[in-house]
């Protein structure tokens, strides 16, 4: 239970994470089916899939994974003998499974239009941040990046969230939008 109250946590604090289920054993091997792993960013890792050769060949994978914007989950299958040298002799599968860090979204100003941004964005997985215009804000504006949406023709309130979700969802999926595509 342990485990779940920390992906829980981790969850509830926005941070990305790979967890590592064993979904298939045979022979003799260091885990068995159901056992989990959750690793982070780092290396740290909570919870074990059998230690030794095996849980660090799902380290290396689940950090890989990590790393890759495109992709969400893996499937490692391996003979612990004969792939990583280990003296247990069975086979396992492990399926690794991404849970991004959530992105924070921080709209400035509570006017009709970000009324319908925030709601739009909660919806699609962004953590929404409504500020007015504090003027202790004004140093961070640098450092933002300031969508104003794609060229979808958007006219009303809704519509125009639709189009900055869409320029969001964009960048975090990492997808170029050429100058013409952007308002």
Same mark, same amino acid.
């Given at each position: 239970?342990?485990?779940?109250?920390?992906?829980?946590?981790?969850?509830?604090?926005?941070? =990305?994470?790979?967890?590592?289920?064993?979904?298939?054993?045979?022979?003799?091997?260091?885990?068995?089916?159901?056992?989990?792993?959750?690793?982070? %960013?780092?290396?740290?890792?909570?919870?074990?899939?059998?230690?030794?050769?095996?849980?660090?060949?799902?380290?290396?994978? =689940?950090? =890989?994974?990590?790393?890759?914007?495109?992709?969400?989950?893996?499937?490692? @299958?391996?003979?612990?003998? %004969?792939?990583?040298?280990?003296?247990?002799?069975?086979?396992?599968?492990?399926?690794?499974?991404?849970?991004?860090?959530?992105?924070?979204?921080?709209?400035?100003?509570?006017? %009709?239009?970000?009324?319908?941004? /925030?709601?739009?964005?909660?919806?699609?997985?962004?953590?929404? %941040?409504?500020?007015? @215009?504090?003027?202790?804000? /004004? =140093?961070?504006?640098?450092?933002?990046?300031?969508?104003?949406?794609?060229?979808?023709?958007?006219?009303?309130?809704? @519509?125009?969230?639709?189009?900055?979700?869409? @320029?969001?969802?964009?960048?975090?999926?990492?997808?170029?939008?050429?100058?013409?595509?952007?308002?």
């Amino acid at each position: 239970m342990e485990l779940f109250q920390d992906i829980a946590k981790l969850v509830e604090e926005g941070r =990305a994470f790979v967890l590592a289920t064993v979904v298939d054993a045979s022979g003799s091997t260091p885990q068995k089916p159901g056992s989990k792993m959750v690793v982070l %960013h780092g290396g740290e890792r909570r919870g074990t899939v059998g230690g030794g050769a095996i849980e660090q060949q799902v380290v290396e994978a =689940a950090l =890989a994974l990590l790393d890759d914007a495109s992709a969400q989950s893996k499937l490692i @299958e391996t003979h612990l003998t %004969h792939d990583l040298g280990m003296c247990c002799g069975g086979k396992m599968r492990v399926f690794l499974e991404k849970h991004g860090a959530a992105s924070h979204l921080w709209v400035f100003g509570a006017g %009709h239009v970000a009324r319908e941004l /925030a709601a739009l964005a909660v919806r699609v997985g962004f953590r929404v %941040h409504v500020v007015d @215009e504090r003027a202790e804000w /004004a =140093a961070e504006l640098a450092r933002m990046k300031s969508p104003m949406g794609v060229a979808i023709g958007a006219l009303t309130p809704a @519509e125009i969230a639709v189009s900055i979700v869409g @320029e969001l969802i964009a960048t975090r999926r990492g997808a170029a939008l050429s100058n013409s595509q952007k308002l």
